[in-house]
């Protein structure tokens, strides 16, 4: 869709569940959203962060696992992920009521944050906390291994990458990343980000057209946004990650076939939650995205506030 105000290349200018996705992989969905977010949506991010680099985002997209082993952090420990009790692969599914534990879950953690970085907003008072979760939990939220119950999101599944011993959940975190990019710090994911960026904003880029459809979600229901993203992201456990159930794989080597059908689901999946996490904090602080569409068809006005 061609707007006149904006285009969207215009608006640019064993542990129970190891890390998420790695360094890198945070880092690179947080670049991408840089890349994206409003001028007005960047500047309220490096106040409330008190960094005004262009890493603002990449620099803090992995507190939130770290911090979870801090002193006093240990209660956001289950808001990294949504463990489905699906039947993968012969049925995969997210539900709010039976997934989401008393404990909390990435869910109702992008909820929580959400509601609490809005109230901050309507305050004029800065909360650098709930910044920093949601750029992790939208990151987390698109490896299909956080929205999965089986074999504990599959750390308890063993498999082999080039040779090297991994579980199933650390493979998609970690190694296929490093596989793909070949390195392990911020500047392979800034890296890694330019190339996907050049995916989403050049008129021939492979998510050229998809991506105008990737944000359909509204600040006025957290949950719904959350868990369409939970669910889409889940599908992706039948087709992709035990498309033949975890016998198959159990023990196995995946550099070839798997490891080549992983690839455009983790580069899209990356794309996906850089798009999705910069028209969240457009909304957030200005109340309106480029992301839904033409802005003069679009209410440009903020959401009202509902605590
Ligand atoms: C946004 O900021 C960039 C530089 O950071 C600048 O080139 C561009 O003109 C700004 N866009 C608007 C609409 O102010
Ligand atoms: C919301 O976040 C606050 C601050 O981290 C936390 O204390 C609280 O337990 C969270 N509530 C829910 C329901 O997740
Ligand atoms: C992994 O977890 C699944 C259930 O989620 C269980 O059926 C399986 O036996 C476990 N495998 C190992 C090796 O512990
Ligand atoms: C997969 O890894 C094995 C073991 O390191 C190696 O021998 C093989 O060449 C690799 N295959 C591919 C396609 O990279
Ligand atoms: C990142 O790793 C590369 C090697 O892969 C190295 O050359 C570079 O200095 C590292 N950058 C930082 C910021 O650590
Ligand atoms: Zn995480």
């Not at 952090?73 to 489905?84: C, L, N, R």
């Not at 490891?259 to 850089?274: F, T």
Request: net charge neutral; glycine share 8%.
């Amino acid at each position: 869709m061609r707007c006149n105000l904006l285009s969207l290349a215009a608006a640019s200018a064993l542990v129970p569940h190891a890390l998420a996705w790695g360094t890198v992989g945070h880092a690179t969905v947080a670049y991408i959203a840089t890349g994206l977010i409003k001028n007005e949506t960047a500047a309220y991010c490096k106040k409330v962060l008190g960094d005004q680099s262009a890493n603002v985002l990449a620099s803090i997209a992995s507190w939130a696992d770290s911090y979870r082993y801090e002193a006093g952090g240990g209660f956001s420990t289950p808001f990294h992920w949504i463990d489905a009790i699906d039947n993968p692969p012969y049925s995969c599914d997210v539900d709010y009521d039976r997934d989401c534990t008393d404990a909390g879950c990435i869910v109702s953690a992008i909820m929580n944050y959400t509601t609490i970085q809005r109230v901050n907003i309507a305050a004029g008072t800065i909360e650098p906390d709930s910044l920093k979760f949601l750029v992790h939990f939208l990151g987390d939220i698109h490896q299909p291994l956080h929205d999965e119950n089986y074999g504990a999101g599959g750390n308890n599944i063993t498999v082999y990458v080039d040779g090297s011993k991994w579980n199933l959940h650390a493979a998609w975190d970690t190694a296929f990343i490093t596989k793909i990019t070949g390195g392990t710090n911020i500047t392979t994911a800034k890296a890694f980000s330019t190339r996907l960026l050049a995916s989403i904003q050049s008129p021939t880029g492979v998510y050229a057209t998809a991506s105008k459809k990737w944000f359909r979600s509204s600040l006025k229901d957290p949950k719904a946004a959350a868990m369409k993203w939970a669910t889409e992201t889940n599908n992706y456990v039948c087709t992709a990650v035990l498309p033949q159930g975890p016998l198959a794989i159990e023990g196995k080597e995946l550099n070839g076939t798997y490891y080549q059908v992983a690839v455009p689901v983790v580069e899209e999946q990356m794309a996906k939650a850089g798009v999705r996490l910069a028209a969240w904090l457009d909304l957030l602080v200005t109340g309106s995205t480029p992301f839904l569409g033409c802005p003069s068809k679009r209410a440009v006005r903020a959401v009202p506030l509902v605590v």
